[in-house]
C-alpha cells in the first residue's frame, strides 16, 4: 500500500510501511528519520517530482508555516549530488539565452 498526496497538480506516492503520520506530517520509519545536520526541505513540487523520480527518499512531507507543501531530504552526499545537479540544470536554462545573429 502507498500514501498518495495530491496537491494541486502535482501527485506523490511513497510506499506506506516506511512512513507513519504524525502531527499532520509523514514521517520516514528509518533510523535515517535522525539525521538532523541541515537537511533539505524542498518546496518546489517540480523539483520534489524530479527528486523523487531519481530514487531519492524523503524524511519528512508536512506543510510550512505559510502553508505550503514541503518534502524534507537529509543532506547525504547523494542527495547533494542531486540538489547540484538540479541547480545546475536551472541556472544553464535561465542563461541559455538565444541570440539573433546578423
Known amino acids: 500500500m502507498t500514501w498518495r498526496i495530491q496537491y494541486n497538480q502535482s501527485i506523490i506516492e511513497l510506499e506506506r510501511n516506511n512512513y507513519r ?3 499532520g506530517r509523514l514521517i520516514m ?3 535515517e528519520s535522525n539525521h538532523k545536520r541541515n537537511p533539505y526541505y524542498i ?3 517540480s ?3 524530479w527528486m523523487l ?3 531519492l527518499q524523503p524524511l519528512e512531507i ?3 508555516l505559510s502553508g505550503d507543501f514541503y518534502l524534507k531530504f537529509p543532506r547525504t552526499s ?4 542531486k540538489v547540484g ?3 545546475l540544470s536551472k541556472k544553464i536554462l535561465k542563461s541559455n539565452t538565444i541570440k539573433e545573429v546578423s
Open 47 to 49: 523539483q520534489v517530482n
Open 85 to 87: 545537479i538540479w541547480k
Open 43 to 45: 518546496y518546489d513540487l
Open 29 to 31: 520509519n528509518t533510523a
Open 62 to 64: 508536512g506543510k510550512g
Open 53 to 55: 523520480q531519481q530514487g
Open 21 to 23: 503520520w504524525l502531527k
Open 78 to 81: 547523494e542527495v547533494e549530488e
